[in-house]
């Protein structure tokens, strides 16, 4: 059972590419989300997804886009890097919160944009 | 929206000695969890609590969700090097997310 897995694990981007980060998860989980974390500023919400076809914006959602076209794949895209979005980024998902469900984390994307 | 503190931002305690972080929202919480993240590593899930006033303990490690549910707090006793790392407490934002604290970054003298 390998649980969330995210891949690329490390990215060197150019300002102005494009990439997508792949989360995929084997556990049947409902929601998902991408949080990007920042020394000092902890982990915030950038994108989640409560289903199969639905997306809602976090906290931090200017630049991204996201797609959930399968219930086991969360896709975040990054249409123009920018140096700001220089971060590491994390997939999680759970069962579904409001029955209080932990979050269960990959192991991250280290994205650097120069 | 919903804003969490956590105090304090560092902290570096000689092994051996006790650690508390603390954790403060803005608003009345449903429920808190508590993560822990190794250096390079990952967030992992702790605990939750959800009860006012609910204390659960996992080994030398101490959690508590205030009377008013607006505050929590985790304490370590007798700190360990396999205790290093960055605690993160998080709360459920109307049933849709997580909202993450700032964490607090505790590193271990042996």
């Known amino acids: 059972n390998a649980g969330v897995t995210q891949t690329p694990k490390f990215r060197v981007l150019k300002t102005g590419q494009s990439m997508t980060l792949l989360c995929a998860q084997d556990m049947n989980h409902e929601y998902m989300y991408w949080y990007r974390q920042d020394p000092g500023m902890g982990l915030r919400l950038i994108h989640y997804?409560?289903?199969?076809?639905?997306?809602a914006k976090g906290e931090v959602p200017d630049g991204y886009n996201v797609s959930r076209l399968k219930k086991q794949n969360f896709l975040l895209g990054l249409e123009s890097a920018a140096p700001s979005q220089t971060s590491v980024y994390f997939c999680?998902?759970?069962?579904?919160?409001?029955?209080?469900?932990?979050?269960?984390f990959g192991s991250g994307t280290q994205l650097s944009v120069l | 929206g919903q804003q969490v503190m956590q105090i304090p931002q560092y902290q570096h305690v000689q092994e051996g000695e006790d650690f508390t972080t603390y954790c403060n929202s803005s608003?009345?919480?449903?429920?808190i969890q508590w993560y822990k993240q190794r250096p390079g590593g990952h967030p992992v899930f702790l605990i939750q609590l959800v009860k006012s006033g609910e204390v659960k303990k996992q080994k030398r490690l101490t959690f508590q969700f205030g009377e008013a549910k607006k505050n929590s707090s985790l304490h370590i006793t007798a700190t360990q090097t396999t205790d290093v790392g960055t605690y993160f407490c998080a709360e459920e934002n109307y049933g849709q997310n997580f909202v993450f604290g700032p964490g607090t970054r505790l590193s271990v003298l042996p």
């Open positions: 608003t009345t919480l449903s429920n």
């Open positions: 999680a998902s759970s069962p579904l919160p409001r029955g209080n469900e932990k979050l269960f």
């Open positions: 997804s409560v289903g199969e076809g639905t997306t």
